[in-house]
């Protein structure tokens, strides 16, 4: 997320949605030699996840760091795989 401050990213979740939302700001630049070329869109957006039950909603954490958004989901303790050992009966 280059160019957006850390408070203009709103991330919520509600209802097993996890939902991140944010506004990247047009700030003019008066320049007077040559062009002056935008490669990045400006405005709002929204992006929207469905959150399957086996994440733990509660403990949901965000980072934000050098432009880049962070999310981490942690897996319930039921959900993570478990090994049962296989006995040999002879």
């Known amino acids: 997320m280059p160019d957006v401050d850390l408070k203009d990213i709103d991330v919520r979740v509600e209802n097993q949605t996890l939902t991140i939302s944010g506004e990247r700001k047009f ?3 008066d320049s007077t030699k040559g062009y ?3 490669e990045r869109s ?3 957006f ?3 996840f469905s959150v399957p039950n086996t994440f733990d909603t509660e403990t ?3 980072d ?3 432009g880049v958004l962070t999310v981490t989901l942690p ?3 039921a959900a993570k795989p478990r090994q049962v050992k296989v006995e040999v009966k002879a």
């Open 27 to 29: 700030e003019k630049n």
């Open 36 to 38: 002056h070329r935008i």
């Open 42 to 44: 400006y405005g709002t």
């Open 46 to 48: 929204v992006r929207s």
């Open 60 to 62: 949901i954490a965000a």
């Open 64 to 66: 934000f760091k050098n």
């Open 75 to 77: 897996k319930k303790e």
